[in-house]
């Protein structure tokens, strides 16, 4: 997923990161400040209106520098005008030589582009974007599809972006096909991004993987100076981008309780948008009834052209569809080999409890065997007191002699 979190994810990132140098407030938020520093973005030219090809009266409608300036450039107004400008539900179609570009609207000038939906519909890129506007054009909620089917194979990226009335900007970013989902949160009005890619949906992930990766980015060079990582087994890591050199720090938790806050706003916001969008799909639903019934038709203007839009997500179903069966064939065997490395880790687990078990039971062994060859002291036994024979004397008379210890006694 080109762009850079469950809720609960980024709270964990807030963990504690041991070993690195621990960093003040001040010189982690360093890079935002620099980025800062460089003043407003300039919001893009002027409006441009253009008379369409296909209505002879005065009949405005707008457009941009981009488009005009691209090669045999024209456009059409499927719809009524109204005091010199285009009015009322219709479709713009915008052709050049290198571009395709259809909006399905509602337009009234005396409304300035207030609470108008929007159906975007670009044939070159293959994207198709639903918007609502809030109290001016510069506000809006937009829900995009993109598809690219190309050698590389088949993909689609779908895209909540939210810009209030203020210019803050709360995007996500998810596909259909990839378990990870991309949160941002920044301004219009500057280059500053705080951006988190959440990897948590990823059911076969291991513990040892990035469960969410948050970075603050400079949108206009496209550089991380700041990254915070969070894995599954609970560890954290944190770097700081300087003159191309990375150096891994410890971020106070003021600075991560800060960042967090930015992207549980965003993960809030674009929640809700959704369900904002409904008047959006039902333009869609009413202009498409009028445009596909085999009977509308532009002056001048080809009618594979104009009914191109009932039948451009046609050639989309089969290779989605491909798509989706890949994806999941993908699941079954990440499935498979999650489950064998489980049984492997159980089996050594087992192993390694036995292993265990052995050793306890040789070392009793041993403590016993040991214990059996303990000589134990000999003790003699006490002799019984033997009688020394009698002497016979030369003059006959009996003389008795006993021994008790080291004591001789004659009688």
Known sequence: MKKILSLSILILITGCASGPQAIKYDEASAFERSILARGVVKDNGDEIYVQPKNKAEACKLRSSKEQTERPNFRAYWDGECKDGYAYGLGRDISISDTH????????DRNKNGKQRPVVFIDYTKNEISYRMTGDSEKSHITLSEKIENSLSGFTVENSIIVIDETGDVYGSYSSPFNPTVVHINGSRHNNLVYRAADYSRDPFRSQQSAESVIDIVDREKNFSGVVMMHFSNGSTRHFINE?????????????????VAKLKKTVNVVSQAPARLQRVQQIEREYLFKACNGASKIVNLDDAIYTRICTWREQFKEPYSIASANYQQRLESQKIQAASSEQQRLIQQQIIQQQAVTQLVNSAQQLRQTYNNIQQPQIQPIQPIQPIQPIQPMGGSRVICQTIGSITTCN
């Open 100 to 107: 395709h570009y259809d909006e399905i609207t509602i337009l």
């Open 243 to 259: 003159n191309d050199v990375q150096s891994e720090v410890k971020m106070p938790d003021e600075y991560i309780n800060q960042v």
